[in-house]
Nanobody
Framework: QVQLVESGGGLVQAGGSLRLSCAAS????????MGWFRQAPGKEREFVAA????????YYRNSVKGRFTISRDNAKNTVYLEMSSLKPEDTAVYYC????????????WGQGTQVTVSS
């Protein structure tokens, strides 16, 4: 059974930092891109960041560039999201996903972890 389990969410003040982790299990993820998405209350889920298997070209949504860093440890099947200079508008449930060719709708998803940034 494939599982993606996020951790590291919580409550933080604006300007603070958090590190999210996502551990994947249940199959080999060789060749899979890993990504982070988020969904704020009343809004649609949106892309945050993604990193290919080779880790050579991560990419981000514009609003988090320079503040968030995605990385992965393929030996541990784990992807991370380092978030700094957090803003109240970063408040959302954060989901990780794994997919071939970044076809996220056909991939695997975690259950999400809540990130709340207070002003």
């Amino acid at each position: 059974q494939v599982q993606l389990v996020e951790s590291g969410g919580g409550l933080v003040q604006a300007g603070g930092s958090l590190r999210l982790s996502c551990a994947a299990s249940g199959r080999t993820f060789s060749g899979y891109a890993m990504g982070w998405f988020r969904q704020a209350p009343g809004k649609e889920r949106e892309f945050v960041a993604a990193i290919p298997w080779s880790s050579n070209s991560p990419y981000y949504r514009n609003s988090v560039k320079g503040r968030f860093t995605i990385s992965r440890d393929n030996a541990k099947n784990t992807v991370y999201l380092e978030m700094s200079s957090l803003k109240p508008e970063d408040t959302a449930v954060y989901y990780c996903a794994a997919a071939l060719g970044s076809r996220w709708t056909d991939g695997y998803w975690g259950q999400g972890t809540q990130v709340t940034v207070s002003s």
